[in-house]
């Protein structure tokens, strides 16, 4: 059972282009968490999505930011206009159950430098 | 206001030794405690998870206590290695449902082993 993946694992963009990071989670987990963490930072919670439904996006910023999970295919975690305080990694996780009891599995990252 | 405190920020110590590391939380309603351990450049990995009625899980050489009247944890990481240089993570969920804002991240304490 391959772990939750993550591509791709580096990304550069220019400020003002767009970032599309995906995320295929653990088999048979219905539930997907992002994440940002800056350098030296804790992890941030973004958004929580299950199957074409976004659960919880308080985490996430109001402009630029949208993510999605659709029913066939990878979650996509899209930042429209990347400026270089976008610049971070970015985790996602998964997990079969909700996250108040289940345990969540991440990802290996997506490291965003925008220059 | 729901809030997990971790200490100390960074801990050095020598292979061989062991060390505890804390972990302070005020949140409210409990529904459980978990630790991860996030190697540099990688996703966290799940170490314990222990609910209300848990005081102690052990993992290998990792030992998690939880004392849920004084809303304190720790995690003992006993005859340290080289490998166990990593940031710690203490995450607490508040339950009462799937919102993903019910799970509280620590900023972590960074162990660096040292030989």
């Known amino acids: 059972n391959a772990g939750v993946m993550q591509n791709p694992r580096h990304l550069v963009r220019r400020r003002g282009q767009e970032a599309r990071l995906r995320c295929s989670p653990m088999?048979?987990?219905?539930?997907v968490y992002w994440y940002r963490q800056l350098p030296e930072e804790g992890l941030k919670f973004m958004v929580y999505?299950?199957?074409?439904?976004?659960?919880?996006e308080s985490g996430m910023p109001k402009e630029r930011f949208s993510a999605e999970f659709p029913k066939e295919g990878p979650s996509i975690l899209r930042i429209q206009q990347v400026v270089r305080g976008d610049s971070a990694a970015y985790f996602c996780?998964?997990?079969?159950?909700?996250?108040?009891?289940?345990?969540?599995?991440f990802g290996p990252g997506t490291r965003l430098t925008v220059l | 206001k729901n809030q997990v405190e971790q200490s100390p920020q960074s801990l050095i110590i020598l292979e061989g030794k062991n060390c505890t590391l804390q972990?302070?939380?005020?949140?409210?309603?409990?529904?459980?405690l978990r630790w991860y351990k996030q190697d540099t450049g990688r996703g966290p990995v799940s170490l314990t998870i222990?609910?209300?009625?848990?005081n102690t899980k052990s993992n290998g050489r990792y030992t998690a206590t939880l004392d849920a009247d004084t809303k304190q944890s720790s995690l003992h990481i006993t005859a340290s290695q080289l490998s166990d240089s990593a940031s710690y993570i203490c995450?607490?969920?508040?339950?009462?449902?799937?919102?993903?804002?019910?799970?509280?991240f620590g900023k972590g304490t960074k162990l660096s082993v040292k030989p």
């Open positions: 995450v607490v969920s508040s339950g009462g449902g799937g919102s993903q804002g019910n799970l509280i």
């Open positions: 088999k048979g987990h219905s539930h």
């Open positions: 222990m609910t209300f009625s848990e």
């Open positions: 996780a998964s997990s079969q159950d909700i996250p108040s009891t289940d345990t969540q599995y």
């Open positions: 972990c302070n939380y005020t949140v409210s309603p409990f529904s459980n």
């Open positions: 999505l299950q199957k074409e439904n976004i659960i919880d």
